[in-house]
């Protein structure tokens, strides 16, 4: 458009809800899982812990000044399992979930915050389940 030029238009504005259709959904991906639970059941050192060190997501292994493998964080799993791919230390870990621990993951696309999102999503999950026990119930 050229300086002085202007539009004649009329517009319309429509709210809805994800239930109505995708388009007014504020979330672009939501996942969850559970949280990994890595023990090592024996010492491991030198190449083998370096190798195991790469078997798991940066930040999941670490070597301490000793040259000795620990968990530093198993939250950072990605639950691959490389390391039952190496003989040499795939006896020397344990890999499992803690059953009641779970990490949500709520990628926002900027209307509302992944931590209000959250929150809004729970209340509805409640207020479903409180209806489904109230039919049950016959109420």
Partial sequence: ???GHEFDIKLFAVKGVGNDHAKFSPVATVSYRLLP?????RPVAG?????????????????D???????????YD???RNVY????????VTIARVRNH??????SLGA?????????????????????????KGN
């Fill in 85 to 92: 791919r190496y003989p040499q230390i795939s006896d020397a």
């Fill in 47 to 63: 190449n083998d812990a370096r190798l195991l060190q790469k078997c798991f997501s940066p930040g999941v292994i670490e070597i």
């Fill in 37 to 41: 639970d890595i023990k090592l059941n």
């Fill in 65 to 75: 000044k000793d040259d000795q493998a620990y968990v530093k964080e198993a939250r």
């Fill in 112 to 136: 509302l915050k992944p931590d209000v999102i959250f929150v809004e999503a729970a209340k509805v999950l409640k207020k479903k389940c409180r209806m489904f026990l109230d039919e049950i």
């Fill in 102 to 107: 779970f990490i949500f993951t709520v990628e």
């Fill in 78 to 80: 990605s639950c691959s």
């Fill in 1 to 3: 458009m050229r300086p």
